[in-house]
T-cell receptor
Framework: GAGVSQSPSNKVTEKGKDVELRCDPI?????LYWYRQSLGQGLEFLIY????????KSGLPSDRFSAERTGGSVSTLTIQRTQQEDSAVYLC??????????FGEGSRLTVL | AQSVTQPDIHITVSEGASLELRCNYS??????LFWYVQSPGQGLQLLLK??????LVQGIKGFEAEFKRSQSSFNLRKPSVHWSDAAEYFC????????????FGSGTRLLVRP
């Protein structure tokens, strides 16, 4: 596609429910990142996929968070048993490994 | 450990005045450094990047940044700020030692007085 596509753009869920956020990176980009941006906060690194290497999961805040990348392309970030503190904008970005990250518009998650 | 510090949460400047946004990084090897801008309601856009070579790098929209290894800094500058520069600015660091994973600072929000 022309850019990084994320869905849904907005998600409202109830505390305790599971949510899935999807990222479709730019075709051919080997690196894919998930970041979280809470209100008034910076970009918190969550997870990083680079080619066929094992993902760097060092930023995932708890074991309720997981992500996978299928076929080196589309990625899904899953949050289980959502909590109110999970409310944030989840940003996906892709790149050709070194250099400019191209960001999606983000998925805004609100946990009631 | 890989980290970025942006010590100024907010900065206010008058239109036409000069600007400097501070960024300090921690990285064990040669860093790759970036500045991104996030305008209200928009996504993040790359302003400039440093990989190697000339330590003064030019970016888009009239911005420049200088890499100072001795100070572990990569400050962003602009000689004359325009009202449209009001946005949030993020510094980021990565490199070969961390498989090019990018870590961002907490951001600096720039307000421009007319």
């Amino acid at each position: 596609g022309a850019g990084v596509s994320q869905s849904p753009s907005n998600k409202v869920t109830e505390k305790g429910k599971d949510v899935e956020l999807r990222c479709d990176p730019i075709s051919g980009h080997t690196a894919l990142y998930w970041y979280r941006q809470s209100l008034g906060q910076g970009l918190e690194f969550l997870i990083y996929f680079q080619g066929n290497s094992a993902p760097d999961k060092s930023g995932l805040p708890s074991d309720r968070f997981s992500a996978e990348r299928t076929g080196g392309s589309v990625s899904t970030l899953t949050i289980q048993r959502t909590q109110q503190e999970d409310s944030a904008v989840y940003l996906c970005a892709s790149s050709l490994g070194v250099g400019e990250l191209f960001f999606g518009e983000g998925s805004r998650l609100t946990v009631l | 450990a890989q980290s970025v510090t942006q010590p100024d949460i907010h900065i206010t400047v008058s239109e036409g005045a000069s600007l400097e946004l501070r960024c300090n990084y921690s990285y064990g090897a040669t860093p790759y450094l970036f500045w991104y801008v996030q305008s209200p309601g928009q996504g993040l856009q790359l302003l400039l990047k440093y990989f190697s070579g000339d330590t003064l790098v030019q970016g888009i929209k009239g911005f420049e940044a200088e890499f100072k290894r001795s100070q572990s800094s990569f400050n962003l500058r602009k000689p004359s700020v325009h009202w449209s520069d009001a946005a949030e600015y993020f510094c980021a660091v990565g490199g070969m030692d961390s498989s090019y994973k990018l870590i961002f600072g907490s951001g600096t929000r720039l307000l421009v007085r007319p």
